[in-house]
């Protein structure tokens, strides 16, 4: 619906198609994007980015793709704060 408003029917019709731009080039770098996924505020999840470039910059690039996997191919909820920190758990960051 979001998707539809902002962007028009075509636009998702070419989104939903299977060669679409989007799915080609991540499947050339191993992303399967999850069409069930929503489209959420990431502002906490920038921040927690932000967190660990200050505060361990040697885990952001595993944090990023926990993330980006987390978003995209598992359509989790990352607006939770649960969900943030179990992503930061599992890069063995601080999850409190």
């Known amino acids: 619906e979001h998707l539809t408003a902002k962007y028009g029917p075509a636009a998702v019709a070419r989104f939903d198609a299977p060669d679409n731009p989007l799915d080609c080039a991540a499947g050339k770098v191993g992303i399967s994007f999850n069409k069930q996924r929503r489209i959420i505020r990431t ?33 989790r909820d990352l607006s939770r704060r649960e969900e943030l920190v179990a992503c930061a758990a599992a890069c063995g960051l601080d999850g409190e």
């Open 43 to 75: 502002g906490d999840s920038h921040r927690l980015v932000e967190w660990c470039k200050a505060t361990q910059p040697q885990t952001v690039d595993p944090l990023m793709e926990t993330l980006f996997k987390a978003y995209f191919e598992d359509a």
